[in-house]
């Protein structure tokens, strides 16, 4: 998924930058934190409420703190736990899962029901509107069989069902108050929440600030009482500072330069923590050059993503050795990857009949798309390309690869969960509804396969057909698998309990103020 994109788009792919975003205000910021307020900056926006309208990074952070799911994955083992649900029947056939839910209630104090799960699910299935539907593309139905039992009917057997339904995408809604009150009412402003927290005020463009639930289920959680305020800022440079300062206290996307300064200062806790993310390249495989396999496999070559991940990175990333997150699992982490050799690239471009070809790559403004497009321009030359970088704004970027109408373009994204499903639906499937991450590759064979993996229980028979996923994506260069990044993060030591999850949800719950 990305972070920059817009409400409309499918699937999970990240934006590069949020150069879009406004940059909030110093006027307003105090100067330095108050004992009940914690503050977290990032470059991403708030859009909306409404977890079924958009996969956009700042509304995957916000999601986790006003909706609960059925399930919850612990923080510290990555586990699945229980959520909303207590517990969970599955059928023999792996087909029904019946979920018995616990006697929680929304943050109006009303109770959370069957109903509110079926219909809440069901938007996120069958809404036309809905940011992210391939989580649930498995389900036949959604039924509450009473108050307190939702009883899930998948097409197939599911492998990855239960990690899917603890996805950013799935926080229960009310549905009495969405019928009640209409859909842009009811998350307009203050919406009615499952999770840890309520909505206090919200401002567009500058900030959200919440308030503890007094319902939420998880009884002593939040662990403060202290308001939350996540606040947009999109310059790098004003968030370091206002960290320094003492005025927020966390950071959310620390650029790799400013690491090594950050981990000498004492009050700040830098930390570079797990993440589900890939770097790559994006080719557009529905024209030339890149239609040809030769012309991709020479691009490939000619990268090389050791010196590229060691130059942007600060040599914190780890270079990518397939088209799959590297943390995902059954990562094929003894794949040799696609071999950097200049030599057989001008050969593999000569034979494809491209050399000399112009190629666009699109680059947002911000300093890493704009590094990474330099780079690769530079090595495409050195074979035989002739690489131009088109500038585009976020809106425009999202907006061309959709459509197809690009040469290249560098971006990353994530992965919700640690089975590798939703990657591939999202990455190399042709007919999962992303069209490859905007590539346009397709291979009937893979598609066959992503099918075949989820519906295989025995975890060494998934191992090995997800190993043949990326045997032959990488070897047709479905994408340019570039570094496998942390999530780098700093926080103020002033605070306890707080870190970014690989889902990208803030662990805000267990977070303490300490003295």
């Not at 498995?138 to 009883?151: L, M, Q, R």
Request: with cysteine; charged share 25%; hydrophobic share 40%.
């Amino acid at each position: 998924m990305s972070f920059w994109r817009k409400p409309s788009m499918r699937g999970k792919g990240l934006a590069l930058g949020g150069m879009t975003i406004l940059a909030a205000g110093l006027a307003g910021f105090a100067p330095a934190l108050a004992a009940d307020v914690i503050r977290v900056a990032s470059p991403y926006q708030t859009t909306t409420l409404d977890p079924m309208r958009s996969a956009a990074a700042g509304n995957i952070e916000t999601y986790g703190q006003l909706y609960s799911r059925l399930l919850r994955r612990n923080p510290e083992t990555g586990a699945l736990e229980p959520g909303l649900a207590e517990t969970w029947d599955i059928s023999e056939d792996g087909r029904t899962y019946t979920f018995h839910l616990r006697g929680a209630r929304f943050s109006n104090g009303s109770p959370i029901t069957a109903d509110d799960v079926a219909f809440s699910l069901e938007r996120i299935r069958t809404d036309k509107r809905s940011a992210y539907p391939a989580p649930l593309s498995a389900v036949e139905a959604v039924t509450a069989a009473d108050p307190k039992t939702v009883v899930v009917t998948l097409k197939s057997a599911f492998a990855p069902f239960l990690g899917n339904a603890e996805i950013w995408n799935m926080g229960i809604v009310s549905k009495a108050d969405v019928e009640k009150r209409g859909e842009e009412e009811a998350f307009g402003t203050v919406p009615v929440t499952s999770g840890p927290y309520g909505v206090k005020q919200w401002k567009p463009n500058e900030r959200l600030v919440l308030e503890p639930n007094p319902h939420y289920w998880r009884k002593g959680y939040p662990k403060s009482d202290a308001t939350v305020e996540l606040i947009e800022i999109a310059s790098p440079e004003t968030r370091i500072a206002m960290l320094k300062a003492g005025e927020i206290d966390a950071v959310r996307a620390v650029p790799w330069a400013q690491v090594d300064d950050l981990k000498t200062v004492e009050t700040i806790d830098m930390r570079l923590e797990p993440s589900t993310t890939i770097y790559m390249t994006l080719l557009n495989h529905k024209r030339e050059p890149f239609s040809s396999l030769e012309a991709r496999q020479a691009a490939g070559m000619a990268i090389d993503n050791k010196a590229m991940a060691a130059a942007i990175t600060r040599g914190y990333a780890e270079p990518a050795n397939t088209t799959l997150p590297g943390s995902v699992d059954f990562h094929d982490k003894d794949y040799p990857g696609i071999p950097h050799d200049p030599t057989r690239a001008k050969e593999l471009l000569a034979a494809s009949g491209m050399a000399g070809r112009e190629v666009k790559i699109l680059a947002t403004a911000d300093a890493p798309s704009q590094q990474t497009a330099l780079l690769i321009q530079a090595q495409w030359q050195a074979i035989g390309l002739k690489p131009v970088i088109v500038n585009v704004d976020g809106g425009a970027w999202w907006d061309a690869t959709g459509k197809g109408d690009y040469d290249a373009a560098a971006n990353w994204w994530y992965n919700e969960t640690p089975d590798p499903d939703l990657a591939v639906r999202w990455a190399v499937c042709g007919t999962c509804g992303s069209n490859s991450y905007n590539t346009f590759y397709t291979n009937p064979k893979v598609d066959e396969l992503v099918e075949e993996g989820t519906r295989e229980a025995d975890p060494a028979k998934r191992a090995e057909v997800y190993k043949e996923i990326q045997r032959i994506t990488t070897e047709e260069v479905a994408q340019i698998p570039l570094y496998y990044a942390p999530n780098a993060v700093a926080y103020s030591r002033r605070i306890e309990g707080l870190k970014l999850t690989p889902s990208l949800q803030w662990t805000l719950e267990e977070t303490s103020i300490g003295q």
